[in-house]
C-alpha cells in the first residue's frame, strides 16, 4: 500500500510565500510522475504543476513564474513554492503519485492541504 502525506499549507498574505511538501511512502514501489492539484470551493479540481521522474515539469498558466514544482528522489517526495500568492490560490492542494511496482500500477492522492491567502 501506496500512503500520500501532504503538509505545509497555512495561512498568508496576498504577496507572500508558501512550501507544501508531499512525502510518499509504502513498500516495493517506484514513482513515476507526481503532481499538485487544487481545489477551490464551488470549483472543479485543477492541475497546478506536475513533474515527470526525469524531472520535466509542467504548470498551469495561472501560476507560471510564480510557483515551482521539485522532488527528491531519495525522499519521495514532492514540493511546491508558491511565490507572489493571490487569494484566487486560496484552495485545498492535493497531491497526487503515480506509483507502480512489479505487476501493478495506479494514482494515489494525498488528503490535501488548505491553503489560504488573504487580502
Known amino acids: 500500500q501506496v500512503q500520500v502525506v501532504e503538509s505545509g499549507g497555512g495561512l498568508v498574505q496576498a504577496g507572500g510565500s508558501l512550501r507544501v511538501s508531499c512525502a510518499v511512502s509504502g513498500s516495493a514501489f517506484s514513482l513515476n510522475d507526481m503532481g499538485w492539484y487544487r481545489q477551490a470551493p464551488g470549483k472543479a479540481r485543477e492541475l497546478v504543476a506536475s513533474i515527470t521522474s526525469s524531472g520535466s515539469t509542467n504548470y498551469a498558466d495561472s501560476v507560471k513564474g510564480r510557483f515551482t514544482i521539485s522532488r527528491d528522489h531519495a525522499k519521495n517526495a514532492v514540493y511546491l513554492q508558491m511565490n507572489s500568492l493571490k487569494s484566487e490560490d486560496t484552495a485545498v492542494y492535493y497531491c497526487?503519485?503515480?506509483?507502480?511496482?512489479?505487476?501493478?500500477?495506479?494514482?494515489?492522492w494525498g488528503q490535501g492541504t488548505q491553503v489560504t491567502v488573504s487580502s
Open positions: 497526487a503519485a503515480q506509483a507502480y511496482g512489479s505487476r501493478w500500477s495506479d494514482e494515489f
